[in-house]
């Protein structure tokens, strides 16, 4: 059973538009939630994350919004770039208990300029 | 070289073949991570070291052998593979979480395996 889910597959967007990608977990003991981003021929770079404590992280034009009620977190990228254009991955862990973190599937997003 | 690297970047194998990839990470981290990435699949956690020890296998089959020397160098040996285990494979590697240190994973570029 996978222990992320993530939507879109694939997102296009107008340069300067807005970009959000959903990610839903079951698991309550997830703490940890982090983002990826993958450019191609690159491994995944940590790109912003988040911990249940708090509902929103904002880092430049990236925001995780999270909610704790629905098990969901979102990431938004505001006045999406060409530069963008990337996969994202949204993940979840569990901080005391290994190095296990459960990935989603990935977004394709590209930016049209 | 700064961060985690991977050799080769890019291997094509037959199915009677034995070859080695290569991580090696400039970080001073202690856990380091083998990983499977299939198109529209999520990532395959495959191997966990910390501390040159395996915490971790995740269920992965033995045509697929891992190699910690030391906690820079991580080494995956592949031998009678299969075509469905063609894929990129990411190295990474971290603190170790089990000392309360950062949980972020450091991602090497991966090598790209082809398997006829």
């Known amino acids: 059973q996978q222990q992320v889910k993530q939507s879109p597959q694939s997102l296009i967007v107008q340069k300067g538009g807005i970009s959000i990608i959903n990610c839903a977990y079951e698991?309550?003991?997830?703490?940890?939630f982090p983002w990826y981003q993958q450019f191609p021929g690159k491994g995944p770079a940590l790109l912003i994350a988040?911990?249940?404590?708090?509902s929103e992280k904002k880092e430049g034009r990236f925001t995780i919004s999270f909610n704790k009620s629905a098990k969901q977190f979102s990431l938004h990228i505001m006045d999406s770039q060409p530069g963008d254009s990337a996969t994202y991955f949204c993940?979840?862990?569990?901080?005391?208990?290994?190095?296990?973190?459960?990935f989603g599937t990935g977004t394709s997003l590209t930016v049209i300029p | 070289e700064t961060g985690v690297t991977q050799t080769p970047r890019h291997l094509v194998m037959g199915m009677t073949n034995k070859k080695s990839l290569k991580c090696e990470q400039h970080?001073?981290?202690?856990?380091m991570y083998w990983y499977k990435q299939s198109a529209k699949k999520p990532l395959e956690l495959m191997f966990v070291?910390?501390?040159?020890?395996?915490?971790e296998n995740n269920s992965v089959p033995s045509r697929f052998s891992p190699e910690c020397p030391n906690s820079s160098h991580l080494f995956l040996h592949l031998h009678t593979l299969q075509p469905e285990d063609s894929a990129l494979y990411l190295c990474?590697?971290?603190?170790?979480?089990?000392?309360?240190?950062?949980?972020?994973?450091?991602f090497g570029p991966g090598t790209r395996l082809t398997v006829l």
């Open positions: 990474a590697s971290s603190q170790d979480p089990r000392g309360g240190a950062t949980d972020t994973q450091y």
């Open positions: 698991n309550t003991a997830f703490d940890y």
């Open positions: 988040i911990r249940p404590d708090v």
């Open positions: 993940a979840a862990s569990m901080q005391n208990t290994g190095n296990q973190f459960y």
């Open positions: 970080l001073g981290h202690n856990a």
């Open positions: 070291y910390n501390f040159k020890e395996q915490t």
